[in-house]
């Protein structure tokens, strides 16, 4: 009968926090908490050479040309732009001012009537149109996609404001699909010219 | 006098030690993801203002920029796929065996270009032709939010 009163012993639990603290310095350390961050875009599908190419025709009045040079100076259009215009004060820099007029100033680019949500409403048929010297220094040509994309944001605000009466970041999936189907990014982004070859 | 020198703070209880430090675990295995690969050339990446957080889901990521061994007054700037520093030319071959892997099309996958600010668009082409030619064209610039 002295049998039954034998239990097993508790087992010892004081190592246990030695052994949490252990697992959690080992997830400390292989883990990162930093997310992933960028600028999203879509480039034109590859297009073989050898055959035959149908060139889309734009219109001229639609197109703002942006050229980078390797120096790191910046052609809009027939104006000449420095470093100092990437840099904003307040909402604008002067290159996104000046891409979000040509987008939403009726004098400056052709619009046309957009259907969204079943209704129709004038888009700009913009596009811009961004060259970049092969020197180029990726920090510029970021800097400038930074401000030609926040010049799209802000009409894509506008538009949103038209058609859903807020802001384009408060829409929900299905409506900002929408807009951005209607406004999309449209930056093409040609290949850069190659002095050396020429 | 005997009773004085009795009368002594007791032991603080370490018994929900264990279960504070288990919290803290898990929370730290919730908030954080793997680090998959260590990185063999730095990028000292460029800011921007109009960011967004990319999904972890179908990225892929593409670094370029100095190797970490590179000797002094070397700038050529390297590509690394994976965990290994390759030539532009693998990058087809390394989105396909992507697409394999991860069981998706080449367009479902985002490519996350981590370049060095001071890399050149020039090298930059070269590498989005090569993925315009793998068909994978949804890409992402990878930037940091900037202060000003």
Redesign the interface.
């Known amino acids: 009968m002295a049998r039954a009163k034998k239990k097993a012993g508790d087992i010892n639990?004081?190592s246990?926090?030695d052994?949490?603290?252990l697992?959690?310095i080992f997830?400390?350390v292989?883990?990162?908490?930093d997310?992933?961050?960028?600028?999203?875009?879509?480039?034109?599908?590859?297009i073989d050479p050898t055959e035959q190419q149908n060139d889309v025709d734009v219109n001229e009045r639609n197109v703002l040309k942006v050229n980078?040079s390797k120096s790191g100076m910046i052609m809009v259009g027939t104006d000449e732009y420095t470093s100092a215009d990437l840099r904003?004060t307040g909402e604008h820099s002067r290159l996104s001012r000046e891409t979000y007029m040509f987008l939403a100033m009726p004098d400056r680019s052709n619009k046309k009537a957009t259907e969204i949500n079943g209704m129709n409403y004038d888009v700009s048929e913009g596009l811009v149109s961004l060259m970049?010297?092969?020197?180029?220094?990726?920090?510029v040509?970021?800097?400038v996609?930074?401000e030609l994309?926040?010049a799209f944001?802000l009409y894509r605000d506008d538009i949103s404001v038209q058609v859903y009466g807020k802001k384009y970041d408060e829409l929900d999936e299905i409506q900002s699909q929408a807009i951005r189907k209607a406004v999309p990014m449209s930056i093409s982004?040609a290949?850069?010219n190659?002095q050396t070859k020429k | 006098m005997a009773k004085k020198g009795k009368r002594e703070v007791p032991a603080m209880s370490t018994s929900s030690l264990p279960d504070i430090v288990f919290m803290l675990l898990f929370f730290f295995m919730a908030a954080t993801t793997m680090r998959e690969v260590d990185p063999l050339v730095t990028v000292q990446m460029p800011e921007a203002h109009e960011i967004t957080e990319l999904d972890k889901k179908n990225l892929v990521n593409i670094w370029m920029g100095k190797p970490l061994n590179a000797a002094a007054g070397e700038d050529a700037l390297k590509i690394q796929l994976n965990d290994q520093t390759r030539d532009v030319e693998d990058i087809r071959e390394f989105i396909s065996a992507t697409t394999v892997t991860k069981g998706v099309g080449p367009r479902d996958i985002v490519v996350n270009l981590r370049v060095d600010q001071g890399a050149t668009v020039g090298k930059l082409t070269a590498v989005k032709q090569e993925l315009r030619k793998a068909d994978a064209i949804s890409i992402a610039y990878a930037a940091k939010a900037t202060n000003n």
């Open positions: 639990s004081s246990m926090a052994i949490a603290f697992l959690l997830f400390l292989t883990t990162t908490m997310v992933d961050t960028g600028m999203k875009r879509t480039l034109p599908p590859w980078v904003r970049a010297d092969a020197e180029t220094k990726y920090k040509y970021l800097q996609q930074d994309t926040h944001n982004e290949e850069p190659d």
